[in-house]
C-alpha cells in the first residue's frame, strides 16, 4: 500500500491497476453488486476496458519513475567516487582474498606485495609483476589493490 519512491506507485497498483480500498470504497463493482444495482453489461464492461487501458499508462509512468529513480542514484554514487589512475611501473599491494591459499586465518596480513605494475589493462585490470621482475600468472583487478609508499 505504501507508495515506492523509485517507481511512483504501489507495487498493487502496477499488478491490478487500481489503488488498495476498503470494501466500502471499492471502485471494481463484483458480480453480485452489479446484479444488485443492475448496471448493464456493456456499461460494465466498456468502464472495465477503461480501467484496463490506464493500466497501460500507469506501468509506463512507474517505468518512468523507476529510471529517473537509477539516474539520481547514479550520480549521487558517480559523486562520492574517486578514480584511481595506475601507471606502469608504479608500487602496489595486492589484497589476499579469503578463497586464496595465502589467507592462513584471522591474524593473518591482508595485503601481500609490493608489486611492480607490469601492464595496465582495460576496465581496471592490472598485470602485475613481483620486485625481481617476474610476472605474476594472474591478472588482478584494480579494486583489490592499493598504491604502496616506501
Known sequence: MTIRTSIGATPYLLV??????????????????????????????KSRLEQLALIDEKRLTSICFGQL???????????KVRPRNFEVGQLVVKLILPHQ?????KFSPNWQGPYV???????????????????????VNTDSTKRYYV
Open 16 to 45: 491490478y491497476g487500481t489503488e488498495v480500498f476498503i470494501p466500502a470504497e471499492v471502485e471494481i463493482p463484483s458480480l453480485r453488486i452489479i446484479v444488485e444495482a443492475e448496471i448493464e453489461d456493456t456499461e460494465w464492461v
Open 69 to 79: 529513480y537509477q539516474q539520481r542514484m547514479t550520480r549521487v554514487y558517480n559523486k
Open 101 to 105: 591459499d595465502e589467507a592462513k586465518g
Open 117 to 139: 605494475i607490469k601492464q595496465v589493462l582495460s576496465k581496471g585490470a592490472l598485470q602485475l609483476a613481483d620486485m625481481e621482475g617476474k610476472a605474476i600468472d594472474t591478472i
